[in-house]
């Protein structure tokens, strides 16, 4: 497909999305559209809105190259998506969220913290938390969506990256939520179209399901056999004396030099082996299997990827908000199927086609080499972006770009308009000024976004390469050990108190915000920030205590548990909150007058 009819696709789906935006723009007239889409949305909207929202170009690009290195253990992450992220939050958390959030006309998820333990501290708090580290997470989904254009039309990524945040941050400034959910909708059908050609044509090109993933179990087997028969060349160039099993490891550790590096270039395999010796070291045992129990691999996989990415999506503040959008629990009963589907076709298609463009890629017409070893400075982002560029038939090229727009648009509009709301209605209106308005609130949420945008753009600019995932890992666990036991406790246990609820939330940000600092290694390479810097050691915590590697183990696993005993145990300890409130919290709303559920709700400052 030549480069003139694919802008000419992009122009009209922008042009598409513009006037969706402009749409959700006419229909905004007071702060309830702007901020909750009136509370009207209809639930197959909501749920490909809910969908495209979760679903990012994190998903995609990240974690489908993060299945490319860690292998097909990564589906268990689909199995969570749809069982915790699907049907846990919709009819566990959304019900009751949806009806709370009516109750005490919250229009943010950090307002319906605040109002459900009448604390302007609580919403300003966590307002605080989504306006300072949701940019990490915002930037992530921005990489992953410049990487493909930068790889798909050759523009510089520094371009890329500015004018498609510029592009969402418009229709978000404008049309509100009604605007983004407008948007989601026509974007999550893209997404599912594009995914569902991707894996019809994986699979049609590695000789159909049963011969791709025979060949990829077969791979590591296949790799060292090929290796095997070069060992006497390699003999040849190896110091006299070199053992048989050391050969492997002076083929690494002299791969720059002039012949070795030629031996190497003449047999692509060579680097295969080489790669997979690394990996090795960390756990891998084939694609098809888990890491090894207690090793570097089996800790990232299961502790940041798996469980942290699978629990926290029910503590992320812009998926939340989407259950406050519609009439009644009915509407989320509908949604359940819809939701469900639609998050088991993209990230269990990224992460299937992630584990199999290593055969792909691995075959001598394609390079010979596996994925990590195919792709420049061996960058998890760009494993996707370039097996769909060079696998695929041109013209899938472009319904592929639709689909990554999408899933990148979704996700960023709706982090934008988290990120804007924050500080316009949580932070300044009523949190910490106590300002009213609808003019007024509109006004600073919009400043929010360019705040957003800047911030946004500035971290895709100077996070590492290869961070996708480990970024979009870093912020659901910082959400759910700050937000959840609040939220769960909120939800169900009429005895939590406010000071529960305050000590839990700060506990929970600081526990997470320590063992990032000082414990942990994201991703198993990049250092503890503040340990690195001030210590000038990676991490506090560098052999194993206990039998556990600690800076391995993610975040999640030490602070959530922390916050979830002190909600409980400074609740219980703490006198109860007024009765007449807590009935407030858990009345149906449409019993509740408008006025007085509005007075009963407004947050005391404390």
């Known amino acids: 497909m030549s480069p003139m009819v694919l802008t000419m696709i992009v122009i009209v789906y922008l042009g598409a999305v513009a006037y969706l935006g402009y749409l959700g723009y006419q229909q905004t007239r007071n702060s309830a559209d702007y901020l909750v889409a009136g509370r009207s949305s209809h639930p197959f909207v909501m749920a490909l809105s809910y969908g495209a929202t979760f679903i990012s170009t994190a998903a995609i690009v990240g974690f489908g190259g993060v299945a490319a290195v860690f292998g097909m253990g990564l589906l268990w992450l689909v199995f969570l998506n749809i069982f915790v992220g699907i049907f846990i939050a919709f009819v566990f958390f959304g019900k009751r969220t949806r009806r709370m959030g009516h109750a005490l006309d919250a229009h943010t998820f950090p307002e319906l913290l605040g109002r459900r333990f009448g604390s302007r501290f609580m919403q300003a708090a966590a307002g605080l938390i989504i306006l300072v580290f949701m940019p990490l997470y915002a930037a992530a989904v921005l990489i992953g969506a410049a990487r493909f254009i930068e790889s798909t039309f050759?523009?510089?990524?520094?371009?890329?990256?500015?004018?498609?945040?510029?592009?969402?941050?418009?229709?978000?400034?404008?049309?509100?939520?009604?605007?983004?959910?407008?948007?989601?909708?026509?974007?999550?059908?893209?997404?599912?179209?594009?995914?569902?050609?991707?894996?019809?044509?994986?699979?049609?090109?590695?000789?159909?399901?049963?011969?791709?993933?025979?060949?990829?179990?077969?791979?590591?087997?296949?790799?060292?056999?090929?290796?095997?028969?070069?060992?006497?060349?390699?003999?040849?160039?190896?110091?006299?004396?070199?053992?048989?099993?050391?050969?492997?490891?002076?083929?690494?550790?002299?791969r720059t030099e002039p012949q070795v590096a030629a031996l190497m270039a003449e047999h692509?395999?060579?680097?295969?082996?080489?790669?997979?010796?690394?990996?090795?070291?960390?756990?891998?045992?084939?694609?098809?299997?888990?890491?090894?129990a207690g090793s570097r691999m089996f800790y990232i996989l299961v502790t940041s990827i798996i469980m942290g990415v699978g629990i926290g999506v029910l503590a992320q503040p812009q998926l939340a908000m989407r259950f406050m959008t519609v009439k009644s629990g009915r509407e989320l009963n509908r949604a359940v199927l819809a939701g469900g589907i639609f998050i088991l076709v993209m990230p269990g298609t990224a992460y299937v086609v992630g584990n199999l463009s290593n055969v792909w890629f691995a075959m001598p017409e394609h390079g010979g080499k596996i994925a990590i070893a195919s792709v420049p400075g061996g960058n998890l982002d760009l494993i996707i972006p370039t097996f769909i560029n060079q696998a695929l038939p041109l013209w899938f090229g472009a319904i592929f770009t639709l689909t990554l727009l999408s899933a990148a648009m979704s996700t960023l509009s709706s982090q934008f308009h988290a990120i804007g709301t924050a500080i316009g209605r949580d932070f300044f209106e009523r949190g910490i000024l106590g300002m009213h308005g609808h003019r007024r609130t509109v006004l600073i949420t919009r400043l929010g976004i360019i705040l957003a945008l800047i911030a946004t753009v500035t971290l895709s600019y100077k996070l590492p390469t290869g961070i996708i995932a480990a970024a979009t890992a870093i912020f659901f666990g910082l959400c759910a050990a700050a937000f959840l036991p609040v939220y769960i406790g909120g939800l169900y246990w009429?005895?939590?108190?406010?000071?529960?609820?305050?000590?839990?939330?700060?506990?929970?940000?600081?526990?997470?915000?320590?063992?990032?600092?000082?414990?942990?290694?994201?991703g198993g390479r990049i250092p503890a920030y503040l340990s690195n810097l001030w210590l000038g050691v990676p991490t506090l915590l560098p052999g194993p205590v206990l039998g556990i590697q600690w800076n391995h183990v993610d975040a999640l696993f030490v602070a959530l548990p922390v916050s979830a005993l002190v909600a409980v145990v400074v609740s219980l300890m703490t006198r109860p909150e007024s009765p007449a409130h807590v009935a407030l919290c858990f009345s149906d709303a449409a019993l509740a007058a408008p006025a007085a559920r509005t007075v009963a709700a407004m947050p005391s400052v404390r």
């Open 154 to 254: 050759g523009i510089d990524y520094a371009i890329a990256v500015s004018m498609f945040s510029i592009l969402i941050a418009a229709y978000v400034f404008f049309g509100g939520l009604k605007g983004v959910m407008y948007t989601d909708a026509l974007q999550g059908t893209l997404m599912l179209l594009g995914m569902l050609i991707l894996l019809v044509y994986a699979y049609g090109r590695l000789g159909g399901v049963t011969e791709a993933h025979r060949r990829l179990e077969a791979l590591p087997a296949t790799i060292e056999s090929q290796y095997q028969a070069l060992i006497p060349e390699i003999r040849e160039l190896a110091p006299a004396g070199t053992e048989p099993a050391a050969l492997l490891e002076w083929l690494g550790e002299n």
């Open 268 to 292: 692509p395999v060579l680097t295969s082996r080489v790669t997979l010796a690394g990996l090795e070291k960390g756990g891998f045992r084939g694609w098809t299997r888990m890491p090894a």
């Open 494 to 522: 009429r005895r939590m108190t406010r000071a529960g609820a305050v000590s839990s939330l700060c506990t929970g940000f600081g526990a997470s915000f320590f063992w990032l600092m000082f414990i942990q290694e994201v």
